[in-house]
């Protein structure tokens, strides 16, 4: 299957021939025919499988008629969850539509709303933004009533990340002859439940099993004790030459550990996470990207639409404490069937962590140790040993305990488990 069998116009074909697109992928071919036939869509499909591509190619050429109208009324949003991924969505759709006169911004947070508005003015087709931006904008008086698409981009880390009540309050302030497409790496209940708000009578494309990663990344966990995780990571990143690698933490705190730890070192690295400025993320990502920064340490949230070309090394130096995060992140290498390695250094705090991971992607993850890191076997979960002594004193007291405390037997959580916030 070709683009050109897709139906794609002449424009758009030349746009991704000079990107190196030579055939479309699965989310690819299966989504361009349905966005061009009216159809809403209910899609789950993995980062680094072409989604951007697969809805921002059959909207812009549902637009290429309808561009500069007289009202300056915006055709298309693009929801998406973070500014990183805002602007990486609209990167690409400055890309596409090059040879096209279709106007394309951003409308997200941490940029001043008075200039967003003075470009609003001048008329714009498709506007992609975060939530909460976009509902300031409604705020202030912009006008949705000619929005004939409505794109719901990573629908599940939207929903995580607490803004259901905004995208469904934009859902209904939108014109009653719309087009929704909703697209979400995972299939949880609470996605499910969106849908079913948002859609109507949507086509469902499934392009990956149910939270499975990717099939061409190779997945591995090394063993190590947490005081030496940030040692092991040089030892790998040096011993084995890793060109560029993506390093994730699972707080901003330990990010900014890590990224002292490695300067230290002698690694060039970047850091990006909530408390770094916009200005500040974007410099970073282009250091990263240009091959300047070799280390790139980054939280969850912050690293969410990072689009990195053929990045072949993502290090977790702690789990995520949501397991779907796992999936997100691993997605960010062994993007459009090039080969990846996904390396996790596990603590034993992380022992259910993982397992947690392994049932939700519905494989094992090997775990090996590195020589000369080898888990020192004195160092036990400190909730472990406060477990086994519990059972210890009730054999012990057996006579005087009249009822097991179900509490000693409940899974502990991990001392580092702590809700991901907005603010990663
Ligand atoms: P996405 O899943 O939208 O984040 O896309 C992942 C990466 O794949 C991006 O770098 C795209 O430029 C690239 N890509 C998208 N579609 C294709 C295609 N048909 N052929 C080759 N690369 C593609």
Known sequence: MSFEKLGLIKPLLSAIKELGYEHPTAIQKRAIPLVMAKSDIFATAQTGTGKT??????????????????????????????????????QDIQNYAKNMSVKSTVLVGGKDILSQQRILKKGIDIV??????????????LKLTGISIFVVDEADRMLDMGFSKEIRKIHLLLPKRHQTLLFSATYSDKVRKLSKQILAKPAFI??????????????????????????????LIGSRNFPQVLVFTRTKVSADELFVELQKDGLKCG????DKTQANRLKTLTQFKEGRVRVLVAT??????????????VINYELPSIPEDYVHRVGRTGRAGRNGEAISLLDIYEK???????????????????????PDPNIRRKDEDELSLKSEHKKVDAPRVAKPSRKA???????????TTKRD
């Open 53 to 90: 591509a697969a809805f921002a190619l059959p909207i812009l050429q549902k637009l290429r008629n309808t561009t500069a109208d007289e009202n300056r009324l915006i055709k298309a949003v693009i929801l998406s969850p973070t500014r990183e991924l805002s602007i990486q969505i609209e």
């Open 128 to 141: 992609i933004a975060t939530p909460g931006r976009f509902m300031e904008h409604i705020e202030n008086g």
């Open 206 to 235: 499934e392009t990956a099993k149910k939270n499975t990663t990717v099939d061409t990344i190779n997945q591995v966990a090394y063993m190590v004790d947490t005081a030496r995780k940030a040692e092991l990571l040089a030892y």
């Open 271 to 274: 850091i990006i996470h909530g």
């Open 300 to 313: 969850d949230i912050a690293s969410r639409g990072l689009d990195i070309e053929e990045l072949p090394f």
């Open 352 to 374: 259910y962590d993982v397992r947690d991971i392994e049932r939700l992607i519905g494989q094992k993850i090997p775990q090996e140790v590195v020589e000369g890191f080898e």
């Open 409 to 419: 037997f409940m899974k502990p959580v991990s001392r580092k488990k702590r809700k």
